[in-house]
């Protein structure tokens, strides 16, 4: 038998404070793998974080986007995608 566990992700929250690193906190209802991709504005997949096993709660991810230019960028955590800017 498989069993089908469907994982929450309540909120994602990214800050920008500088350049240098973006923070990416969210908060999930259960237990399970997460997949982060980081994509640019032609839906290019700039970087991936692998699916990881995480504990239910919040959680905390800082990138070093320092690499990256300027320009509108998107964050998936799960099935959410919210979009931050890099100036």
Not at 11 to 21: K, L
Not at 39 to 48: F, L, Q, R, Y
Request: hydrophobic residues 40%; positive net charge.
């Amino acid at each position: 038998h498989w069993m089908i566990v469907l994982l929450l992700i309540h909120y994602v929250y990214i800050r920008n404070p500088n350049n240098n690193f973006t923070r990416i906190e969210f908060c999930q209802s259960e237990n399970g793998n997460v997949k982060i991709d980081v994509i640019n504005a032609t839906g290019t997949v700039m970087e991936s974080i692998p699916k990881a096993f995480e504990t239910s709660g919040l959680k905390l991810v800082e990138l070093d986007t320092s690499q990256y230019k300027s320009g509108v960028y998107f964050v998936r955590v799960g099935s959410r995608v919210m979009k931050f800017l890099i100036g």
